[in-house]
């Protein structure tokens, strides 16, 4: 088969308006930004562009965003410099059982500093269960977080009820947006979060930035110590290179409707799937709450790997690994229960903008040679 590329959630390509708004800073406006003299104008001014760029796709304000080099440090940012700035409050972090490893280890090197962590369970479609949430938090908890979207299976958590809950009981609530931001709505105030990390590269900017929503009134310990750049809360001079990139395809991600396409697409996809091969595919993640990109399916007894390999030239990821001869099951099938003879024979296929009808087609036939149909 030809080269497809249905791998968008694991990184997209850089858009080209992203690539252009870019160039510049590649030839010129290579002075420090903090530097006060005319060398650092254009830096300066970019980067606070791409701020209020950044803040427009998230509705808050500008200096409510903390660039960073990615989601994990985010991820990373958030967890840790709230729970060293509350340590005095309490010790205690609420979670879930199917975040991102950005996530979950950064909670575990907490937990190894004494910090007590909480990792909610999930029902079969990856959804957690409110009440659950509200059993869990205590006097001692400090924060909750919850990814807005799945990475794996594409479930969409109803975060607005989630975020009220730990506001009920006087807790900062943070979701990692990496996901979910472009493909769905992120305001930040409808959604009602403290703190929200988004990463470039799973937006169409580049890899190596990412921005941390912090709202106004909470404090965060720094990760990186050092001078007062970004508001004091994150040292390191600035790239005015990879913030404008990442302002650009923030700018761009405000316009959802692309996704209406892809959406249908995806749709097409596993119409296709269950036509062709019955009971032999089942789908992972929530049938409706989900992102419109993201189609996470079972070959039932099969393994995915396997079955990817006979697609040569498909870019997609597996949901199980093969190690000696064993299949595996990811964190997150495991804890949604799939059965392991689904679950191993799992892929995701993750669209994107650049993804077309006669792609997905193309997959569909490659499926069906290397498999058989069910009729």
Known sequence: M?????DYNASTPIDPAVANAMRPFLDDHYGNPSSGHWASTGAKAGIETARGQTAAL???ESDEIVFTSGGSEANNFALK???FTLRAKGDHIVTTAIEHPAIIEPCRFLERLGVNVT????DGAGLIEPDDLRKAITSRTVLVSVMHANNEVGTIQPIEDIARIAHEHGVLFHTDAAQSAGKVATDVNALGVDLLSVAGHKLYAPKGVGALFVRRGVSLEPLIHGAGHEGGRRAGTESALLAVGLGKACELARDLSPMDRVCEL???????LRERFGDRVALNGHPVHRLPNTLNVSFVGRIGAEVLARLDGVAASTGSACHSGRVTLSPVLEAMG???H???GAIRF???RGTTRDEIDAVIEGLSDALGAAN
């Open 2 to 6: 030809r080269r497809i590329y249905l």
């Open 58 to 60: 998230f509705g808050c």
């Open 81 to 83: 410099g709230a729970c």
């Open 119 to 122: 990792y909610l369970p999930v």
């Open 266 to 272: 995806r749709d097409h996809f596993w119409r296709e």
């Open 338 to 340: 799939v059965a392991p």
């Open 342 to 344: 689904v679950g191993m």
């Open 350 to 352: 993750s669209l994107g």
